[in-house]
C-alpha cells in the first residue's frame, strides 16, 4: 500500500512566523498536489508539481517536490491567521490514483 | 459557477437505516469521485466515475456501499443498512483534466453521524 506521510501533524505557531510541512514516501509519483482545507469545507487544490526538483511559489507560500519524486515540502514566510487550516499533500501514482497524506493540522494565532 | 454541490449538509441517523448521499457535479466535468474522511484515516477514495461508468469501487468498504451515476448531473451514495462506524465526513470531487495536472474540485461535503 503507498503511503504519503505528512509531518509534523499538528503546528500551532504566532503571525509572523515561519513553517514547513513535509511529505514524504517511499514511492515515486507522478505528480504530488497540495490542498488546504477549512473546517466544514472540501479541500481546495493549491499547486500541482510535476518535475522532480520543482519549485513553485503562490504568495507566501514555496512548494518543492524532491528531486525522486518521493517526497515534497510546502514553505509558509510570514504565517498569517488566514493561512489557519489543514494542509494535505496527494500524490499521483503511477497507475493514475490520487494518493492522499494525513494532512497537516495548522494554527496561526494572531 | 455553482461547484459541486453535495445534499445533505449534515446527516443524523440510527444504526440500521437507509442513508442516501447525493452529489451534483461541476457541469462540463467528466470525472467524479466519492472520498471519506475521518481523523485516523484521513481522506479515504471510496469509487471515481468517468463518463458515468463505475472505473474504480475497489475503495469502497463492503457491501453495505454502493454509488450510482445515472446521468453527468448527478450521483448518490447509499449506505443500507448504515452501521456507527460509517459516522465520517463524505466528499464528493469533480474534474475535467484527467492525467498528472488534473484538479480536483471538491464539495462542502455530508457529515454523517450513525447513532
Known amino acids: 500500500t503507498q503511503l504519503l506521510e505528512q509531518s509534523p501533524q499538528f503546528l500551532s505557531i504566532q503571525e509572523g512566523e515561519n513553517l514547513t510541512v513535509y511529505c514524504n514516501s517511499s514511492s515515486v509519483f507522478s505528480s504530488l498536489q497540495w490542498y488546504r482545507q477549512e473546517p466544514g469545507e472540501g479541500p481546495v487544490l493549491l499547486v500541482t508539481?510535476?518535475?522532480?526538483?520543482e519549485v513553485k511559489k503562490l504568495k507566501r507560500l514555496t512548494f518543492q517536490f524532491g528531486d525522486a519524486r518521493k517526497d515534497s515540502s510546502l514553505h509558509i514566510t510570514a504565517a498569517q491567521p488566514g493561512d489557519t487550516g489543514l494542509y494535505l499533500c496527494?500524490?499521483?501514482?503511477?497507475?493514475?490514483?490520487?494518493?492522499f497524506g494525513q494532512g497537516t493540522e495548522l494554527s496561526v494565532k494572531p | 459557477d455553482a461547484g459541486v454541490i453535495q445534499s445533505p449538509r449534515h446527516e443524523v441517523t440510527e444504526m440500521g437505516q437507509e442513508v442516501t448521499l447525493r452529489c451534483k457535479p461541476i457541469?462540463?466535468?467528466?470525472?467524479l469521485f466519492w472520498y471519506r474522511q475521518t481523523m485516523m484515516r484521513g481522506l479515504e477514495l471510496l469509487i471515481y466515475?468517468?463518463?458515468?461508468?463505475?472505473?474504480?469501487d475497489s475503495g469502497m468498504p463492503e457491501d453495505r456501499f454502493s454509488a450510482k451515476m445515472p446521468n453527468a448531473s448527478f450521483s448518490t451514495l447509499k449506505i443500507q443498512p448504515s452501521e456507527p462506524r460509517d459516522s465520517a465526513v463524505y466528499f464528493c470531487a469533480s474534474s475535467f483534466d484527467a492525467g498528472i495536472n488534473e484538479k480536483l474540485f471538491f464539495g462542502s461535503g455530508t457529515q454523517l453521524s450513525v447513532l
Open positions: 496527494a500524490g499521483r501514482n503511477q497507475g493514475g490514483k490520487l494518493i
Open positions: 508539481v510535476v518535475t522532480g526538483g
Open positions: 466515475f468517468n463518463n458515468n461508468v463505475p472505473i474504480d
Open positions: 457541469s462540463g466535468h467528466n470525472s
